[in-house]
């Protein structure tokens, strides 16, 4: 494969990102937006996830289109874990705010 390492890496390494994200807004984290500054957050959790899954689907298709070769391999183990063991999260934990 040579000089298409790098960007296999790449696809795989964002598809692990996105897969990442939407396992954290599945498990219960949030995503609030202020439609301007000093407004209220609104909760955009639902549509960002729906987005997210979109692009991971379509990363996953790019992948097995131009590697079809390695098009199985997994991509795990996930970039990062919340740790959703034991107690509630408080709010502010899983808040992620743009």
């Keep these: 494969m040579g000089g298409h390492d790098s960007y296999y890496i790449e696809i795989t390494t964002r598809l692990r990102s996105v897969r990442s994200f939407c396992d954290f807004l599945s498990s219960g984290g949030t995503v609030g937006v ?19 899954r979109k692009e991971a689907e379509a990363l996953d298709r790019m992948r097995r289109q ?4 390695r098009a199985d ?8 874990t919340c740790g959703l063991t034991g107690s509630r999260r408080s709010r502010k934990a899983g808040r992620a705010q743009s």
Excluded at 42 to 51: E, H, N, P
Excluded at 66 to 69: R, Y
């Design 34 to 52: 202020a439609s301007a500054d000093g407004s209220r957050y609104g909760d955009v959790t639902t549509d960002l996830l729906a987005r997210t």
């Design 66 to 69: 131009l590697f079809p070769d």
């Design 73 to 80: 391999e997994e991509v795990s183990p996930a970039l990062y």
